[in-house]
């Protein structure tokens, strides 16, 4: 999570996920991880960045809409998100975004 | 920069800026805080979202991409672009993408 994903030239999609955590861990770590690995074995999955401070903020870019919508409705995924709302997160925001342009260095 | 932006109803524009960077501050700081002062002040800035860990990542939001164009071309900002892939950046990436769907918690 933690380099520059190495995307494909665009056209592809962003799904930009930011977010402010509630006090104490609560299995968050654990299921955040483990939605790294699982994530990564999804069709259409591009890579991933994250980084987190006062805001935590993690950019994952998919090959199309429909991967997304598939990786949404994961049964496991969706156990995550509900503890996420009920649970772990005091707010977020998740955009999904098409990637028009990119350049950069290194 | 340290709270999720209240951008307006899609469509948006999202630049999402990853970086790793050099060792040392170098003015890095100083520019940085200069930089978010100076985006807020352009037409079209609709907000900014930043967090850094071993990899940094800020998202910038704009209305269109002539607003875009216009910050990327702002003479401080083009100076501090300068001095970013000399000294302050190891690696870089710029993505530029069209928000088309958000949702939140909070």
């Given at each position: 999570m933690s380099l520059i994903s190495k995307t494909p030239p665009p056209p592809y999609y962003a799904v930009?996920?930011?977010?402010?955590?509630?006090?104490?861990?609560?299995?968050?770590d654990a299921t955040a991880n483990r939605m790294v690995e699982l994530a990564e074995q999804q069709p259409g999955f591009l890579g991933a960045?994250?980084?987190?401070e006062e805001l935590g903020i993690t950019v994952s870019y998919w090959s199309d809409l429909e991967s997304i919508k598939q990786w949404k409705a994961n049964a496991e995924h969706l156990e995550a998100?509900?503890?996420?709302?009920n649970k772990?997160?005091?707010s977020f925001k998740v955009r999904i975004s098409?990637?028009?342009r990119d350049y950069g260095l290194g």
């Open positions: 930009i996920f930011t977010s402010t955590r509630t006090v104490g861990d609560n299995g968050y960045e994250s980084a987190r998100q509900k503890t996420g709302r772990w997160y005091q098409k990637v028009e």
